[in-house]
């Protein structure tokens, strides 16, 4: 088939080596101008996806903007079947997603309903989700709100990142993408709508979802730190009184009757903290404000802590 893809980061890239591993005519590629790199900023950096492409021999196209015609005119040219959307960052206009015959899907890292928005991934592991996966949906006006193609599910591993979930998910939309554009191809694809009463929201992260209030139950803070990593980070500055970054903890099943915030051990094992729950989270790996990450033994090292 020949389609036109559009998409920008990481996660895209293993969709779209699977459209051309498939066989089918990627015609063009639409991807997030280069971003400026660098101390000074003045290094263009590609996109992964641009960078794929271009090993493919594949033209690539990275518009400022998508409403004034320029787009839809070059996508009149290359004449795709089908447009494929993977993580691009730009919301369609109309007269782009009714120009290709075979309509225009989207592989999003969710079981849609939940979670539609921009980080579905992270969302799922801070709220304690068992459970993610990906959903391959038409494309319509409405942000990710279209009629579900295919979905699959994958458990969520009670220890795995957002890192960790991201890569895996992004091998299983590409794998999920070349099964249903078969079933596009051939015919024989099926559209269920979306349940207006499941549907919830993964908005935006921003470093205000950082700071870790102690007063939370050890798991949820231990959910923070997974679904954050690795950016924005979890912080906390009951240390130094400065934010420091934790990357690394093991919630410990011990009860502990001083508050929330307490610090019971600091030695080369972690640094163990008290949560609300009178659980204890125990920090493995950390990062002070322009400093490297490392051990909790390494950080005890330069940073003594009093231990109540």
Not at 18 to 32: I, R, Y
Not at 61 to 71: I, M, R, S, Y
Not at 244 to 270: C, F, M, Y
Not at 277 to 299: F, H, N, W
């Amino acid at each position: 088939m020949r389609i036109a893809f559009m998409g920008t980061p990481d996660f895209a890239v293993p969709s779209l080596e699977a459209l051309v591993l498939a066989g089918h005519t990627v015609c063009g590629v639409f991807s997030q101008p280069d971003k400026p790199v660098g101390r000074h900023q003045n290094r263009l950096q590609p996109t992964p996806v641009k960078t794929c492409a271009l090993a493919h021999g594949i033209p690539v196209f990275q518009p400022e903007k998508l409403k004034d015609g320029t787009v839809l005119g070059q996508l009149k040219k290359l004449d795709p079947e089908l447009i494929v959307v993977a993580a691009y960052g730009r919301i369609l206009p109309d007269d782009i997603l009714s120009l290709p015959p075979k309509g225009c899907i989207n592989v999003h890292s969710s079981l849609l309903p939940r979670y539609r928005g921009s980080a579905p991934i992270n969302w799922a592991i801070l709220n304690g989700d068992s459970e993610s996966g990906v959903t391959i949906m038409d494309v319509v006006h409405e942000l990710d709100a279209g009629d579900i193609l295919a979905q699959a599910s994958t458990p969520i591993g009670p220890t795995e990142t957002a890192e960790d979930l991201h890569d895996r998910l992004a091998q299983l939309g590409a794998l999920l993408l070349t099964e249903t554009v078969q079933k596009i191809q051939d015919g024989t694809v099926t559209r269920t709508p979306q349940d207006p009463e499941l549907i919830t929201y993964a908005p935006m992260l921003s470093r205000a979802l950082s700071p870790v209030d102690w007063s939370r139950g050890a798991t949820e803070i231990f959910n923070q730190l997974r679904g954050l990593y690795p950016w924005p980070g979890a912080s906390t500055d009951i240390f130094t009184g400065e934010p420091v970054k934790l990357w690394g903890a093991q919630v410990i099943e011990t009860h502990s009757d001083a508050g929330p915030g307490a610090i019971r051990k600091a030695n080369a094992q972690g640094i163990d903290v008290v949560c609300g729950d009178g659980q204890t989270l125990r920090i493995l790996e950390l990062q002070a404000p322009g400093g490297k990450r490392m051990s909790a033994a390494d950080y005890l090292r330069g940073h003594p802590i009093q231990v109540i």
